[in-house]
């Protein structure tokens, strides 16, 4: 047994699955609402001794430190909770990285936070940072980017490129060149109210807004950790969203103790008044719990060339399901309310629908036994599988 996150008693943890590279066990830690100092590590798997290790959240001397000022760095967050993608053809690994620490508060940690908010390009062999992209600089909304990297092989403006296509909890969909991170394409795919567009290097130029006005997207995020697809057949991105979703947020001074969330202030829904002005016309059913979401959930399909929105299946509850495309145009995509649909790939029509009796909060999976093709998801405490009749 090697221990990866020796103070757990500090609010470190990990959420995910380990990522097996060539002859590497790789991982990253969690806990950044405890105010942790994040990293990735890859192990030996013979012998468990740590081979290398990337700190998220770089230490004194490290490129990046200078973006955080006086200590700030030493409860900077930048949690590692999702698993990362590997290339291997250029044998980099991708990882998303989270939070900044405190959460809600970036004037106790002025400048950019590197590498909160990022993806981060390592060697898998050594480690070491190729390049890396921020999201969101000196987030102040909790938009971890910890979204799955997708990584296409496709052609860009008329030529073969190799790209990561990258739907961000900060409301954006992004592609960047895979091989140095440039940035090649940013646009929102829902409602975006905290930064207005791009600089020609792909930072984007934030717009706080005023005291008691809601942030778009709020703090869930216009998608979360829940894995979007993309289908070489159809040409199109796929995201499970919630959309017309906002918050409030508050900033505090707060001392950092050991072990005890570090927010640094909080975000609480945006519940307008129904039939004010600006507020969208609320149907029976569209949300679950007043206190959660004004809007809901939804499929939306991207041409991941322009980021145009092709189509948009709306969902009656909000999702935290991952979606599973196929070979033969079809979508799968679960929600709260436990209902789990197929869709058409390529117009977004609602093909069969069917209640598990469960939320549905994962990703689904298909697979064969004995040349009969299955889909299964996991359900509430449940895994509910299904195929056509013989």
Do not use: C
């Not at 959460?103 to 890396?132: C, I």
């Amino acid at each position: 047994m090697t221990e990866v996150a020796p103070n757990y008693a500090s609010g470190y943890s990990l959420t995910m699955a380990p990522l097996v590279v060539k002859n590497k066990v790789i991982v990253g830690v969690a806990g950044g609402e405890y105010g942790i100092k994040g990293y990735i590590a890859a192990f030996d798997p013979t012998n468990g001794k740590e081979i290398w290790r990337f700190n998220t959240i770089p230490h004194p001397g490290e490129p990046g430190y200078e973006s955080w000022p006086d200590k700030s760095s030493e409860t900077g967050g930048g949690p590692v909770w999702v698993t990362g993608s590997y290339d291997p053809d250029l044998n980099l690994t991708y990882w998303g990285v989270g939070n900044p620490g405190p959460d809600w508060n970036p004037k106790m940690r002025e400048g950019d936070n590197l590498y909160s908010d990022s993806v981060v390009a390592l060697d898998a062999d050594t480690g070491k940072l190729k390049w890396h992209y921020q999201f969101t600089p000196n987030d102040g909304y909790d938009y971890d980017s910890v979204q799955i990297p997708v990584l296409v092989d496709m052609p860009w403006q008329g030529s073969p490129r190799k790209l990561m296509m990258w739907a961000n909890r900060n409301g954006n969909f992004y592609v960047l060149d895979r091989t140095n991170g440039q940035f090649l394409l940013g646009k929102p795919f829902v409602r975006v109210n905290w930064m207005s567009g791009f600089t020609p290097s792909g930072r984007p130029i934030q717009t706080p807004q005023p005291e008691n006005m809601p942030t778009f997207p709020g703090n869930q995020g216009g998608t979360n950790w829940y894995s979007p697809s993309y289908s070489p057949r159809t040409g199109l991105f796929y995201i499970p969203v919630w959309d017309n979703y906002g918050s409030l947020y508050r900033q505090v001074a707060q001392e950092y103790r050991a072990g005890q969330v570090f927010g640094g202030g909080g975000a609480r829904p945006f519940v307008p008044v129904p039939g004010a002005p600006g507020v969208p016309t609320l149907r029976r059913g569209a949300i679950n719990n007043w206190t959660e979401a004004v809007g809901n959930g939804a499929v939306v399909a991207l041409d991941p060339r322009t980021g145009e929105r092709k189509w948009k299946y709306e969902m009656t509850d909000v999702t935290d399901s991952g979606i599973l495309t196929t070979a033969s145009d079809l979508v799968f995509t679960g929600g709260r309310e436990g209902y789990f649909q197929a869709l058409d790939a390529r117009t977004g029509a609602l093909l069969w629908k069917a209640n598990t009796g469960g939320q549905i909060v994962a990703g689904p999976i298909t697979y064969q036994v004995n040349g009969k093709q299955f889909v299964a998801v996991a359900s509430g405490h449940d895994m509910v599988a299904f195929a056509l009749p013989d």
